[in-house]
């Protein structure tokens, strides 16, 4: 769901006292949804009051369109004169089909203060021929906050889980970093639980890891012997891995999606008497929402620099009858700004220490993904679904991976990592 | 000289030429249609006169142009000289006499014209008309705590205009289409309605009957509440019998006549407290002494806060998601004004309620505009040896209540000179004779209790179709026989019957044989009581309101006129209209 911002300057006179001044307003609308004629939408109306030498100051205040529901729009402002008094602007354009165009770029208003009183009216009007082409090109339609893919989801229900989840890998020193929060609710009404926990995978060692009970804020926290303050930017448009109509509408088992799929971080991780001092660190934060894991599945995250990010999740369900199917793979592959995005035609096979992914993406293109975990620097990992039953998952942000794009039989592109993959397969 | 002058010189009998040009001006001020009319009229006064004498009409002498008004069809005559006679008014009838000292100063009340109203408002309940039913309306919402703006298509009048002004120049003012409006049909009949800050209280002779008990069992309201109702009302009001010190000799020949048959009258109850009997009602009271909704009622909506636009004729509702969000009013100068409100109440009276309805879209329902009662009066006058001087006492003094369980009310009536509608009978010459002779009449009129038979039609421009029902014609005829017997009873000489065919009666019998040889197309017909256009009813199917008041079918349409009354109130309605409004806006949450 989007919203539909845009700018309007209408000019004209405003009358106090029996004389006629000028005046000129300035506005900045923000409307929940998308603009549509026919519609009747009400949102935020902001800018500028400017009657020379009477007012000149910010205003606020609520505008409705509805020019064909309601034959009205109407703009609620209020504002500060000069003399101190909060006034109170209050107009509509009143849309009559006999005269369409007038109609709608003539907005008379009262302006009436604290007790009501009429203070003015304000004739005022849109200049159509010097205002119509900014004003048209100034409509954006931003994605609506409400729809924020980092806003949680559960809403009560029971027997869901719902998961963030942030990996990262320090360019200095190769180490990777993994911090898993969720939350579980019970299938029986009971209390929901919120427990996370933390790893880090120094290159070449056994990788720590740590706990925690209880609510914590993403980017601070600590679990068992690790602690991490991290300030996260950037992170790119998010990667809808499962189609976003599964995100939004919550049709399938559960759903996969990367908010943040090209963020950097700062900050520093401890672990045990070690620092980790970030700079800059590449990495990214997904989200998992739904009734539970998988009964085995493949994860990848591959950082492949300059924006580009490869994002695999591979699983099969556990529900009867789906879960004799081959796994079902999820495959978004942004490069140069362009999404490959590919589910059908794709095999994976899935086991330990390496998995591979491979099959059509279309447009004539093959795609061949193969991730390696080595065994040392794998951490595993007890998961319990909402319903108690057990998983285990191998997870390591130090895998290696190795991407081969082809059309026609041609190799087209090709990335290899080495050691800042972040992968992980869970199996029960 | 002009076609006009031609007609007026033959049909009133005036030879000199500098009257015949006052008179021919202010015919110029008459509304467009009766102007029309007359022109028209005129036109074929000429036409006939050259084609009988070969000679234009202001060429003729006399004797020779009486003779030509006597080739004309009676109902011609009679159709040209009531816009003729408001014209000629002031130059051939006595003026009015000069009205005592005021009985009361002009009511505060918070009147803005809509020129200098804002274009966007909003308010809490927006009233549109300010008389009877919008005032008590207002009133009762104001009270409440609302922010009530009540939009008034006419504007205010004060005392001193009126006592400024003769009653035939402000009678233009105070009336919607300057009184000429006519509803077609056979007889047509006359339908004057006020438009002024007070609605029709302000024209309107003061009388003051209480709705009838049969009349409320025949209606879906509760009898008790209605009672309560119109206590308050005439509390409000100060209703009180009339006495008989400024009663006028009109009204005592009426007591006088009807004591003599035995039969049961009364001064009138009215809401004239301090009435000195100018006889000015119909054209607002010089005194302030009759004790309109703009002296009450009004006032006190504004002491409560209640604002009035003035020159403010409401277009439309407007209508979001079949709920009332505001109105939609027209300026003189032909731009808008609106006023946003969740509570619109419509008080525009019986003809232009329908009409605002369908603009706003919310005619659907089949019975808008129809079932519309006017309560048909007639008229009779009898002359009598001595001065009567009709003018000079209490417009509508006593009341003849002997057949009223049948229908029928009769009232002794007398407006300013000119402005009643009685007709005198003949033209010319003969007409000059009768309204020189016109102070030795007294006038009695009638009312009946008539089906409900008209109809509203138009979106902009009230077209209002009446049929006199048979039963109501015969219950008509019988009236004006009633009305013979009081004024012969009465002294009276000889009665006009203002039928052309037969216009003077001698006797009882005469009257009789003239009544029953009219056809029901010659009776003289005016309704004063419009109702019913927008009934209020527990029906669905047959009601437009339900019983709280509310418009079926939209949210936030309220209607507290006499367009819901459900049938003819078969008395003067004010007190019904006033309670009925308190009913409607009791219910207003």
């Known amino acids: ?428 | 000289m002009s076609a006009l002058t031609g007609a007026a010189a033959a049909l009133l009998g005036v030879e000199d030429e500098a009257r015949l040009a006052r008179i021919a001006g202010r015919a110029g001020t008459l509304p467009p249609p009766a102007r029309l009319g007359l022109r028209a009229g005129a036109g074929a006064l000429e036409a006939v006169s050259r084609l009988t004498t070969g000679r234009s009409l202001d060429t003729l002498d006399a004797g020779r142009r009486d003779a030509l008004c006597t080739l004309m069809p009676g109902r011609f005559t009679e159709a040209m000289k009531i816009p003729l006679l408001l014209a000629a008014g002031p130059e051939l009838l006595p003026a009015s006499p000069p009205a005592a000292g005021q009985a009361r100063p002009d009511a505060e009340l918070d009147c803005t014209p809509a020129a200098e109203w804002p274009a966007c408002t909003t308010a809490d309940a927006v009233v549109i008309g300010s008389g009877a039913g919008g005032a008590m309306a207002a009133r009762t919402l104001a009270r409440q705590g609302m922010r009530v703006v009540i939009v008034e298509e006419g504007r205010r009048f004060t005392a001193a205009e009126f006592r400024a002004r003769p009653p035939l120049d402000r009678f233009l003012d105070l009336y919607r289409g300057g009184g000429a409006t006519v509803a077609l049909g056979r007889p047509p009949v006359l339908l004057p309605e006020g438009r002024a800050v007070g609605g029709t209280t302000v024209v309107n002779s003061g009388t003051c009957y209480r709705t009838p008990e049969r009349v409320l069992r025949r209606w879906d309201v509760p009898a008790d509440e209605f009672g309560a109702h119109l206590d308050e009302v005439e509390r409000t009001l100060r209703v009180a019998p009339q006495p008989l010190g400024p009663l006028g000799r009109n009204g005592l020949l009426a007591l006088a006549g009807a004591e003599r048959l035995g039969w049961q009258a009364a001064p009138l109850r009215r809401n004239a407290p301090g009435c000195a009997g100018s006889s000015q009602c119909a054209a607002g009271c010089p005194r302030n002494a009759k004790y309109g909704v703009h002296l009450n009622a009004l006032p006190q909506a504004c002491a409560a806060g209640a604002r009035i636009v003035t020159h403010a004729k409401a277009e439309n509702i407007l209508v979001e998601r079949g709920r009332a969000t505001g109105v939609r009013a027209r300026r003189p100068d032909g731009s808008f004004l609106e006023i946003l409100a969740p509570r619109v109440i419509v008080a525009a009276g019986a003809t232009q309620t329908p009409l605002l309805l369908r603009r706003s879209g919310l005619g659907g329902h089949p019975e808008l505009g129809r079932n519309m009662a006017v309560h048909p009066a007639t008229t009779l006058a009898g002359r009598f040896a001595e001065p009567v001087v009709a003018w000079s006492g209490v417009m509508q003094s006593v009341g003849i209540e002997e057949l009223h369980d049948d229908g029928i009310l009769i009232e002794a009536t007398a407006g300013p000179p000119g402005m009643t509608s009685f007709v005198p009978p003949g033209a010319g010459r003969a007409l000059r004779r009768e309204l020189a002779g016109a102070d030795r009449l007294a006038v009695l009129g009638a009312m009946i209790a008539d089906a409900p038979s008209g109809r509203v039609h138009g979106r902009r421009r009230a077209v209002v179709r009446y049929d006199l029902a048979r039963q109501d014609a015969a219950r008509l005829r019988r009236a004006l026989l009633a009305m013979g017997r009081v004024l012969f009873a009465a002294g009276a000489e000889e009665v006009l019957t203002g039928l052309h065919h037969r216009p003077v009666a001698r006797t009882l019998d005469e009257l009789s044989a003239a009544i029953t040889l009219a056809p029901a197309a010659g009776l003289h017909l005016a309704g004063f009581h419009l109702s019913g256009t927008a009934r209020l009813g527990a029906d669905p199917e047959r009601a437009p309101v339900d019983t709280a008041g509310r418009l079926r079918g939209v949210a936030g349409v309220h209607v507290a006129d006499a367009s819901v009354l459900p049938g003819c109130p078969e008395v003067n309605p004010q007190l019904t209209v006033m309670a009925m409004a308190l009913h409607v806006a009791a219910g207003i949450a």
Not at chain 1, 117 to 139: I, K, M, Q
Not at chain 1, 202 to 208: A, K, T
Not at chain 1, 366 to 388: C, F, K, L
């Open chain 1, 1 to 428: 769901m989007r919203r539909t911002t845009f700018a309007e300057v209408m000019e004209g006179t405003v009358r106090l006292d029996g004389a006629d001044r000028p005046m000129r307003l300035e506005l900045s609308a923000d409307l929940p949804g998308v603009l549509r004629p026919w519609g009747d939408i009400e949102g935020a109306l902001s800018g500028r009051v400017v009657v020379p030498g009477w007012a000149d100051g910010p205003a606020s205040g609520r505008l409705r369109v509805a020019p064909v529901a309601a034959r009205r729009i109407r703009y609620t402002l209020e504002f500060t004169a000069l003399d101190g008094r909060r006034l109170r602007l209050d107009g509509w354009k009143s849309a009559t089909p006999r005269h369409p165009v007038r109609s709608m770029t003539f907005l008379p208003a009262t302006v009436t203060d604290a007790d009501g009183a009429v203070v003015g009216e304000a004739r005022l009007r849109f200049r159509l021929r010097r205002d119509l082409a900014r004003f048209l090109s100034g409509f954006r339609f931003p994605a609506d906050p409400a729809r924020d893919p980092m806003r949680p989801r559960w809403r009560g229900q029971p027997g869901r889980l719902e998961v963030w989840y942030t990996t990262l890998s320090d360019p200095a020193t190769g180490t990777g970093v993994w911090l898993h929060h969720e939350l579980v609710a019970p299938p029986d009404d009971g209390p929901a639980r919120e427990h996370g926990w933390a790893a880090v995978f120094p290159p070449g060692e056994r990788p720590v890891f740590g706990r925690y009970e209880g609510p914590l804020a993403r980017l601070q926290g600590a679990a068992g012997e690790i602690a991490w303050d991290l300030r996260e930017s950037g992170g790119g448009d998010p990667l809808y891995t499962f189609p976003r109509w599964a995100w939004e509408r919550e049709l399938l088992p559960a759903a996969q999606i990367v908010p943040k799929p090209t963020a950097s971080y700062d900050g520093t991780v401890r672990f045990g008497d070690r620092v980790l001092n970030l700079e800059a660190a590449p990495g990214g934060t997904a989200r998992i929402y739904g009734h539970g894991n998988a009964r085995r599945w493949a994860w990848l995250h591959a950082d492949l620099g300059d924006g580009d990010v490869c994002e695999i999740v591979t699983a099969v369900s556990t529900r009867p009858g789906l879960r004799h199917l081959p796994p079902l793979t999820f495959l978004r592959l942004r490069t140069g700004g362009r999404e490959i995005a590919a589910t059908l035609g794709l095999r994976a096979t899935i086991g330990l220490p390496s998995w591979t992914v491979r099959g059509r993406v279309g447009g004539g293109r093959r795609i061949h993904v193969e991730v390696t975990q080595r065994r040392a620097e794998t951490v595993s990992v007890d998961y319990a679904d909402p319903g108690g039953a057990p998983a285990v998952c191998h997870n390591s942000e130090r895998a290696d991976v190795r991407i081969v794009l082809t059309r026609g039989g041609r190799v087209e592109r090709h990335w290899r990592l080495e050691g800042t993959a972040h992968a992980e397969v869970g199996v029960r």
